[in-house]
């Protein structure tokens, strides 16, 4: 980890099959690189892999693969529950997210906001639920987040693509859904 002098770093994963069954939960400043074939695998862990809640700025997840066989994961989870919690400025780039319950999944309530998010070249197959969202009726904003160059593989096991989308603002570049 390199630290700066104002706080945060960069993780570097190297290539390699790493088992995952806990959350890594993101931080402000803080830059996760996973080389291209470095894999995080969710073998049955039903949580999620990557989790943005409580107040996360400028955090950025780069490269790898997070994998489970069994379609019980949460590939990203972005949360913001509860007043001035918010999630914004921060990106996800050059991922593949594969047998997850969800790809992605947005959570936003009682004041929270999430916007300005980018995500780009993020390849999600064979799930169930590939990008949901849930802006609730206290939320202070789902909106401005940019997907550029997004792929949705469905399988048998697919549900919805994309469920409940009404993020205001928010941009789809180069969806691809098959």
Known sequence: LYSYSFGGG??????GVYHIDDTIHLRSNVTIR?????????????????????????????????????????????????????MQECGFHDMTIQGCLTGINFWTDNAGFINSNYFDNIWIKDFVNGIVAYEGPTSAGLSGNN??????????????????IDLSYSTFTGLFIW
Do not use: W
């Open 147 to 164: 997907f550029n160059n997004t792929t949705l593989q469905c399988d048998d096991a697919t549900d919805y693509g994309l469920k409940d």
């Open 10 to 15: 960069t993780v570097y994963i190297p290539a």
């Open 34 to 86: 996973m080389e291209r074939n470095t894999v995080l695998y969710a073998e049955s862990y039903s949580g999620a892999v990557f989790v943005g809640d409580a107040t996360v700025t400028h955090s950025y997840v780069h490269g790898g693969i997070l994998y489970s066989g069994e379609n019980t994961m949460t590939g990203i989870s972005i949360r913001a529950n509860d007043t001035g919690e918010y």
